[in-house]
């Protein structure tokens, strides 16, 4: 007998906790939220090259300094080959969208950072979805695919607040899933 899909899911550790999360009943949206967090950050830390981060903070650190705004997308357009081929990729175009808008600042880097999380979450939910589909029935897929989305919804703040320490914005410790160690610490009821 299996232990479940989850465990020959080909993902991170993080998501695989989040999608054994997503199939039991047990666990609510919040809980499900909670454990989003940590598989976005794990892909961060595996994908982003801390020299991109660092480069997209002073292209924006300029524009912020300076007086006159001016369009950002040639700069953004020379950190294409630094930010790599997974989110840093996408965090990339989402900041050159915003700027073509018109949008500068600090303030787009973040916007830009957090879309490219909430993308990449919707882009883990539908491999989720797609790995239970091949190996369990089609109702529990479609399960732990609205018990994902609802937890993407529930984690929006805390998911700006990732963006926030992924851009170095924030220096504070990065939440972890609770451990629970005693028979009061369960299952919410």
Known sequence: ??????????????????AERADNA?????????ALIPALEE?????????FIDAL??????QDASLFREDLAPQLEQLRRAAGAGIGL???EHAIQLSERGEVGSQAALRATAAALIDRAARGNRQVEEHYCRKSAQPRALN????????????????EKL???????D????PHLPKFSGLDDGVRF
């Open 163 to 169: 963006a926030r320490r992924v851009l170095k914005f």
């Open 90 to 92: 996408v965090i990339l």
């Open 43 to 51: 892909d961060c830390y595996a994908e982003l090259p801390p020299h």
């Open 1 to 18: 007998m299996s232990d479940g899909p989850h465990r020959s899911l080909r993902m991170r550790p993080g998501w695989k906790r989040l």
């Open 144 to 159: 732990v695919r609205a018990k994902i989305e609802q937890g993407i919804g529930t984690a929006r703040p805390e998911i």
């Open 57 to 62: 903070g002073n292209v924006y650190g300029e």
């Open 26 to 34: 047990a666990y609510g949206p919040e809980e499900v939220s909670n």
């Open 171 to 174: 220096t504070g410790p990065s």
